[in-house]
């Protein structure tokens, strides 16, 4: 059965077992040979690649609908590997292929994912897009689960990155259409970014988790989970405004001040927050993003009170914001879930 949206061409090599591990990760597996085709059935059968075994005249007249029915093909010229990757490819799946031979170029170059084994020729490694440095297909799984982990540190840089920008646009354009003044100086904007940015710039360092099957990016889903968590972190934003204005009764340079605080916190909390596609305790952050959030939190909080390049505000409203940000954004995790499952991020 073809898996999610991937088809991995593998040409077999002497590891069993590596192709289960593949399996695993929501990869199908397809043996392709120039061996006949009991041969062929035989070999799959001792490693454990699939149930047919089928013969290349298929790949001539296929027009893709039954390539699922096969697992292993059989008497294979180096055109059918061409044309196996391309079938593969009309019919919208993301196709790898391993080679190490010269006739096993044109395949390499035509898919996605190309990989040449170590001891591949010269060719064969000029076309691939990933050439292994040791013996044998162990590396390849690997390379799947680094790349997975990089990419859910991509989508987590993206949805952090749009969350952000929702909420401080939009705090900022309403705050001065209500309340006729700049609710954060453009000194304020300026630090804030600096503050922020060693913490985002840390999330390349995080402890991820590869996803158990293949990842696709869904533009319109990213946007919509992040427009709907971007405006849950807004009211946020308004809520500890208000609170300065209408319970401290801070001036207006305290309450830029405030908003400041309050900008830089909840942009380091969404990071927590959408650094997991579960809840965000289910694994720890890396050392780098600690290390910056807590660096951050320090300077901007003395900066707050002491009144370096802002106003100076206690240490009350400093620490209830802190305590607020925290508690309103372990709510929203919550939330999450449910929007993060509705987009089917994962």
Avoid at 32 to 53: H, M, N, P, S, W
Avoid at 116 to 138: F, H, R, Y
């Amino acid at each position: 059965m073809l898996l999610k949206d991937s088809a991995f061409g593998l040409k077999l090599h002497s590891n069993r077992g590596k192709h289960v591990q593949l399996m695993d990760l929501g990869i199908r597996v397809v043996m392709v040979t120039g061996d006949g085709l009991e041969t062929a059935r035989a070999v799959a059968a001792q490693v454990g690649i699939g149930k047919r075994a089928c013969h290349s005249d298929r790949l001539q007249a296929d027009s893709g609908d039954g390539l699922h029915d096969c697992d292993v093909f059989a008497e294979v010229l180096p055109e059918h590997k061409f044309r196996l990757v391309q079938l593969l490819q009309k019919r919208g799946h993301t196709a790898g292929m391993t080679g190490d031979g010269v006739n096993d170029a044109p395949a390499l170059k035509q898919a996605q994912v190309g990989i040449a084994v170590s001891n591949a020729t010269d060719v064969a490694k000029a076309a691939a897009s990933i050439v292994l440095t040791e013996p044998g297909l162990g590396n390849i799984v690997a390379a799947v689960e680094e790349s997975r982990c990089i990419y859910q540190r991509m989508l987590t840089y993206t949805l952090n990155k749009i969350i952000k920008t929702i909420n401080v646009v939009l705090f900022l354009s309403l705050g001065f259409i209500f309340a006729h003044a700049f609710v954060v100086t453009p000194l304020l904007i300026v630090l804030m970014m600096f503050a922020n940015d060693f913490a985002t710039m840390s999330i390349a360092t995080d402890s991820v988790v590869a996803s158990s099957m293949p990842d696709r990016w869904n533009i319109r889903s990213i946007l919509a989970a992040s427009i709907a968590l971007g405006a849950l972190v807004l009211i946020l934003s308004f809520a500890v405004f208000m609170t300065g204005a209408f319970l401290w009764h801070l001036s207006t340079g305290g309450l830029q001040t405030l908003n400041f605080v309050m900008l830089v916190l909840s942009g380091q909390g969404t990071i927590y927050l959408v650094r997991e596609r579960e809840h965000f305790w289910r694994s720890m952050p890396s050392r780098w993003l600690l290390t910056s959030s807590f660096a951050d939190i320090i300077i901007i909080g003395l900066m707050a009170r002491f009144g370096i390049l802002m106003a100076a505000i206690p240490w009350l409203p400093i620490i209830v914001t802190l305590g607020m940000v925290a508690t309103y954004l372990f709510i929203v995790d919550f939330a999450k879930l449910r929007i993060f499952s509705a987009f089917k991020l994962h």
